[in-house]
Protein backbone atom coordinates (compact mmCIF):
# COMPACT_ATOMS: atom_id res chain seq x y z
CA UNK A 1 0.00 0.00 0.00
CA UNK A 2 1.27 3.29 -0.83
CA UNK A 3 0.91 6.57 0.58
CA UNK A 4 1.52 9.95 -0.98
CA UNK A 5 1.49 12.93 1.73
CA UNK A 6 1.77 16.86 0.22
CA UNK A 7 2.33 19.91 2.28
CA UNK A 8 3.77 23.39 2.46
CA UNK A 9 1.11 24.99 0.73
CA UNK A 10 -0.54 28.37 2.36
CA UNK A 11 -1.53 31.76 1.86
CA UNK A 12 1.32 33.77 -0.08
CA UNK A 13 1.23 36.97 -1.94
CA UNK A 14 1.30 37.62 -5.65
CA UNK A 15 5.45 37.43 -6.42
CA UNK A 16 6.07 35.02 -3.60
CA UNK A 17 7.20 31.97 -2.96
CA UNK A 18 6.37 28.24 -1.30
CA UNK A 19 8.46 24.79 -1.01
CA UNK A 20 5.85 21.99 -1.50
CA UNK A 21 6.80 18.29 -0.31
CA UNK A 22 5.75 15.12 -1.10
CA UNK A 23 6.67 12.27 0.79
CA UNK A 24 5.76 8.62 -0.38
CA UNK A 25 5.23 6.12 2.44
CA UNK A 26 5.47 1.80 1.37
CA UNK A 27 6.85 2.15 -2.16
CA UNK A 28 9.88 1.63 -3.86
CA UNK A 29 9.91 5.29 -5.32
CA UNK A 30 13.38 5.45 -6.75
CA UNK A 31 11.92 3.67 -9.28
CA UNK A 32 8.50 6.01 -10.59
CA UNK A 33 8.47 8.57 -11.89
CA UNK A 34 6.63 11.67 -10.30
CA UNK A 35 4.44 14.87 -10.86
CA UNK A 36 3.16 17.43 -9.57
CA UNK A 37 -0.16 18.39 -10.37
CA UNK A 38 -3.10 21.25 -9.50
CA UNK A 39 -6.38 21.31 -9.87
CA UNK A 40 -8.30 25.06 -9.85
CA UNK A 41 -11.52 25.59 -8.43
CA UNK A 42 -13.86 24.69 -11.81
CA UNK A 43 -11.08 23.34 -13.30
CA UNK A 44 -9.35 19.98 -14.59
CA UNK A 45 -6.42 18.63 -12.97
CA UNK A 46 -3.33 19.42 -14.23
CA UNK A 47 0.56 18.88 -14.58
CA UNK A 48 2.41 21.51 -13.93
CA UNK A 49 5.84 19.81 -13.38
CA UNK A 50 7.84 15.85 -13.35
CA UNK A 51 10.79 14.39 -12.65
CA UNK A 52 11.86 10.83 -13.94
CA UNK A 53 13.96 8.30 -12.20
CA UNK A 54 16.68 9.80 -14.15
CA UNK A 55 16.34 13.40 -12.78
CA UNK A 56 15.16 14.70 -16.26
CA UNK A 57 12.31 17.57 -15.49
CA UNK A 58 9.49 19.04 -17.64
CA UNK A 59 7.64 21.97 -17.16
CA UNK A 60 3.94 23.28 -18.11
CA UNK A 61 4.27 26.13 -20.18
CA UNK A 62 2.86 28.14 -17.79
CA UNK A 63 4.87 27.68 -14.62
CA UNK A 64 8.29 26.98 -17.10
CA UNK A 65 11.01 29.57 -15.46
CA UNK A 66 8.94 29.75 -12.04
CA UNK A 67 8.47 26.28 -10.59
CA UNK A 68 11.70 24.24 -9.87
CA UNK A 69 11.07 20.21 -9.35
CA UNK A 70 13.78 18.25 -7.59
CA UNK A 71 13.89 14.55 -5.62
CA UNK A 72 15.33 12.99 -3.16
CA UNK A 73 14.94 9.44 -3.11
CA UNK A 74 16.90 8.89 0.00
CA UNK A 75 13.99 10.63 1.53
CA UNK A 76 11.32 8.83 -0.84
CA UNK A 77 10.46 12.81 -1.37
CA UNK A 78 9.68 15.28 -4.55
CA UNK A 79 9.56 19.03 -4.08
CA UNK A 80 8.27 22.22 -5.48
CA UNK A 81 9.90 24.94 -5.66
CA UNK A 82 7.49 28.12 -6.65
CA UNK A 83 8.58 31.45 -7.07
CA UNK A 84 6.84 34.75 -8.49
CA UNK A 85 3.51 33.16 -7.75
CA UNK A 86 0.60 34.35 -9.43
CA UNK A 87 -3.48 34.51 -8.60
CA UNK A 88 -3.57 32.04 -11.03
CA UNK A 89 -1.04 29.50 -9.30
CA UNK A 90 -3.77 29.17 -6.96
CA UNK A 91 -5.25 25.27 -6.73
CA UNK A 92 -4.92 22.14 -4.59
CA UNK A 93 -1.50 20.48 -5.51
CA UNK A 94 -1.04 17.09 -5.37
CA UNK A 95 2.20 14.43 -6.17
CA UNK A 96 1.54 11.13 -8.41
CA UNK A 97 3.48 9.23 -10.59
CA UNK A 98 4.09 10.16 -14.41
CA UNK A 99 3.24 8.69 -16.99
CA UNK A 100 0.36 7.91 -15.83
CA UNK A 101 -1.07 8.80 -12.24
CA UNK A 102 -1.90 5.97 -9.77
CA UNK A 103 -5.88 6.67 -9.27
CA UNK A 104 -5.14 5.11 -5.60
CA UNK A 105 -2.32 7.30 -4.74
CA UNK A 106 -4.09 10.52 -4.33
CA UNK A 107 -2.99 11.99 -1.54
CA UNK A 108 -5.25 15.20 0.22
CA UNK A 109 -3.73 17.42 -1.84
CA UNK A 110 -2.02 20.69 -0.41
CA UNK A 111 -3.85 24.26 -1.00
CA UNK A 112 -1.71 26.54 -2.69
CA UNK A 113 -3.68 30.36 -2.60
CA UNK A 114 -2.04 33.29 -4.39
CA UNK A 115 -4.22 36.52 -3.03
CA UNK A 116 -3.35 40.08 -1.95
Known amino acids: QVQLVESGGGLVQPGGSLRLSCVAY????????MGWYRQAPGKQRELVAS???????NYADSVKGRFTISRDNAKNSVYLEMNSLKPEDTAVYYCNTIPHVIPGYWGQGTQVTVSS
Open 26 to 33: GSAFSIYG
Open 51 to 57: ICSSAIT
